[in-house]
């Protein structure tokens, strides 16, 4: 079955430390998200990218850093710099293009700090 | 900066009541409305319009969107437990690449 598959589900941080969240798709989309998500703040955009090889920052990248070498994968890291890093982080992928907006999302990974 | 506004952020009802969820938005360039419900963990897509006044139905939900009024109404009728959910709203442009999505509203619905 076709889907997106995030892991690990949940992940802990220690002070000073780097995480890296995995995302894969199998849905053969083009365009790939990364959305953090806080009690009551809906849905923020970290990271997009449209195409392998090239990704734009959204609303909040500071502290976070992304990488698109395959088409299927879009992992994000959680780096030192974001001070503030727990949150329910969810991918999400889409196919490009008029009429493609509609987003198919993992399960998503829970962040907590040590 | 566009805008995505939902109401009421939460909100709690018996079973068989019918509940209506708003979401205003200010967009530039506006190109579709989207309603998700994330019951855990992943949000599961339920509807997108891009037409005004046109309703879609899936079952006990309805939603329609007003152009003019640049906002969008999803309606659950015979609400059960089951529907216990956040529902989110998020909204896509000819100007932008990703969804812009509402706080969501949290609905409880209770036995």
């Known amino acids: 079955d076709g889907g997106i598959t995030q892991s690990p589900k949940y992940l802990f941080r220690k002070e000073g430390q780097n995480v890296t969240l995995s995302c894969e798709q199998n849905?053969?989309?083009?365009?790939m998200y990364w959305y953090r998500q806080d009690p009551g703040q809906g849905l923020r955009l970290i990271y997009y990218?449209?195409?392998?090889?090239?990704?734009q920052k959204g609303d909040i990248a500071e502290g976070y850093s992304v990488s698109r070498e395959k088409k299927e994968s879009f992992p994000l890291t959680v780096t030192s710099a974001q001070k503030n890093p727990t949150a329910f982080y969810l991918c999400?992928?889409?196919?490009?293009?008029?009429?493609?907006?509609?987003?198919?999302f993992g399960s998503g990974t829970q962040l907590s700090v040590l | 900066e566009d805008k995505v506004v939902q109401s009421p952020l939460s909100l709690v009802v018996h079973e068989g009541d019918t509940v209506t969820l708003n979401c205003s938005y200010e967009?530039?360039?506006?190109?579709?409305l989207l309603w998700y419900k994330q019951e855990k963990k992943a949000p599961t897509f339920l509807f997108m319009l891009?037409?005004?006044?046109i309703e879609k139905k899936s079952g006990r939900l309805s939603s329609i969107l007003d152009k003019k009024e640049l906002s969008s109404i999803l309606n659950i009728t015979a609400t059960q437990t089951g529907d216990s959910a956040i529902y989110l709203c998020?909204?896509?442009?000819?100007?932008?690449?990703?969804?812009?999505f509402g706080k969501g509203t949290s609905l409880l619905v209770t036995p």
């Open positions: 967009v530039t360039n506006f190109r579709s």
């Open positions: 999400a992928s889409s196919k490009t293009g008029p009429s493609n907006e509609k987003l198919f």
């Open positions: 891009t037409s005004s006044g």
């Open positions: 990218s449209q195409i392998v090889n090239d990704f």
């Open positions: 849905l053969n989309h083009d365009a």
């Open positions: 998020a909204v896509s442009s000819n100007s932008g690449y990703a969804l812009n």
